[in-house]
């Protein structure tokens, strides 16, 4: 079992800058690929990004790519997501997400995919 949970969510104006952490406890960290998700109420869940156990791959959602970094510091068990130029339209519940890839491949934008989820964090972008 693996426990995640997010921080950083809160209520900033549109352009500003946030910065999202996921942290785990349970499982070596190194052993996760970590993934961010977002929802709006009556809406599926939408992949924002990924980055592999190492660090050495990441993955953006189309609509964050060129704002939004996601970076991780494996020595402190813990994946940031920075979201820059933020967009009333990025306003969401920021899910984090875990997966415990078998083998070298993996499916970072799959949310089926991810076998642990946070309780998700609320960012509210202001316009």
């Known amino acids: 079992q693996v426990h995640v949970v997010e921080s950083g969510g809160g209520l900033v104006s549109a352009g500003e800058s946030q910065t999202l952490a996921c942290t785990t406890t349970g499982r070596f960290f190194g052993d996760l690929a970590v993934g961010w998700f977002r929802q709006v109420p009556e809406k599926e869940r939408d992949f924002v990004a990924a980055i592999s156990r190492k660090g050495a791959s990441t993955y953006y959602g189309d609509s964050v790519e060129g704002r939004f970094t996601i970076s991780r510091d494996n020595a402190k068990n813990t994946v940031y997501l920075q979201m820059h130029s933020l967009k009333p339209e990025d306003t969401a519940l920021y899910y984090c997400?875990?997966?415990?890839?078998?083998?070298?491949?993996?499916?970072?934008?799959?949310?089926?995919?991810?076998?642990?989820w946070g309780q998700g964090t609320q960012v509210t972008v202001s316009s």
């Open positions: 997400a875990v997966q415990i890839p078998p083998g070298v491949a993996w499916s970072p934008r799959n949310a089926e995919k991810y076998d642990f």
